[in-house]
């Protein structure tokens, strides 16, 4: 049967169970460092399965209540294996669709493939609206990033950039605890970089991370860490949030300060000046953030006629935390200024104007 005799559903089936049994291919040598010659061939076949996928899934009408059952019959085709039942809920089915997807990650020949590949999997969340998909997606980025990726003349610098973007975005933004995710990058990961000869150092826990794409790593800490504290309900009169509720956001933001300040000592590790320009946008946008978002929740917990004192010293800490980021934050503006680094200098004034 021709594909232009197909109906729109019919089409659709037989461009989703096209792709559910490839053969298991080894793109790279067996030394693993080179690739094996019809590699351009395998990346530009993936790449565009991906990508079609990726629009299907992301088709508007899809998550139409009308349209459900093709929804559910796609990623059924994508997460059963020949003898399994398939579950009637669709976020287990899309998670199952994403735990088959997952077998891709190991076969993937350059670090640009995850562009699409990620976009298929986050069309799959977004069209069911699965949480439990989205930390799985989470988990794939985790993988990803923990790949040592051999660069090609098949990809620019720009394409790996975004893809590392990409990537990040998803690690941070759809993990179980985006700060604490931040938090071990900062704590773990980074200090590996710092102190190598000749700044080329590589990160063993995220082999991705090294000292020439640090800044990309660094702009997307920053952009999680002020999302979180945005994050933070705004209080609504007459509904004041049980004590518990409120120490939980008292202690998320004295985690985004301590993960601030360490991301800010940062800058003077890597003297770079797009992690200087990163520091200085996204570290305005943060102190506005809490003064919005944080500020209320301070408020309360270190009222005077307060008993619990802990809370008040878990405060009194945050701020002394907050200050000496600040006090970065000072120092490198009046740097720029005094140097007359006007490309510096232009970031802080757009970053106070947008206020």
Known sequence: ?????????????????????PQSTNIRDDDGDSFSPDYPAQCECLTLLFK??????????????????????SLEILSKSPHSSVSKDIGLVAKGACVYLERFCEHLPLLSCTRPYVT??????????????????????????????????????????????????????????????????????VPELIGEDGGQGVSSIFPALSS????????????????????????????????????????SIHLSANVLHMLVTFVKSFEKRAVLSAALKYGTLYIEALLKFGMPVIDVEFRPHKILTSSQDEVLTLLK?????TRCFQTFCGHSKARDDNPITWVTCVSCSSR
Not at 162 to 169: D, G, V
Not at 221 to 243: D, E, F, N, R
């Open 321 to 325: 935390t907050l200050q000496k980021s």
């Open 52 to 73: 079609i996928l990726a629009v299907f899934f992301a088709w508007p009408q899809l998550s139409d209540p009308m349209y459900s059952p093709l929804l559910h019959q």
């Open 120 to 189: 298929l999997l986050v069309s799959i969340c977004t069209a069911c609206q699965s949480s439990v998909a989205q930390k799985r997606v989470a988990k794939i980025c985790t993988q990803l990033l923990k790949h040592s990726w051999v660069e090609s003349t098949m990809e620019t610098t720009q394409q790996r950039t975004e893809a590392l973007e990409y990537l990040l975005k998803y690690h941070f933004e759809w993990s179980v605890e985006p700060l604490k995710a931040v938090e071990e990058m900062c704590t773990k990961a």
């Open 1 to 21: 049967m021709g594909l232009t005799r197909l109906t729109g559903r019919e089409s659709s089936k037989l461009e989703v169970s096209s792709f559910t049994h």
């Open 212 to 251: 020439d794409n640090f800044p990309c790593f660094y702009k997307n800490m920053m952009i999680t860490v002020v999302s979180q504290i945005k994050a933070i309900p705004l209080p609504t009169k007459g509904a004041q949030p049980s004590s518990e509720v409120l120490l939980d956001r008292l202690q």
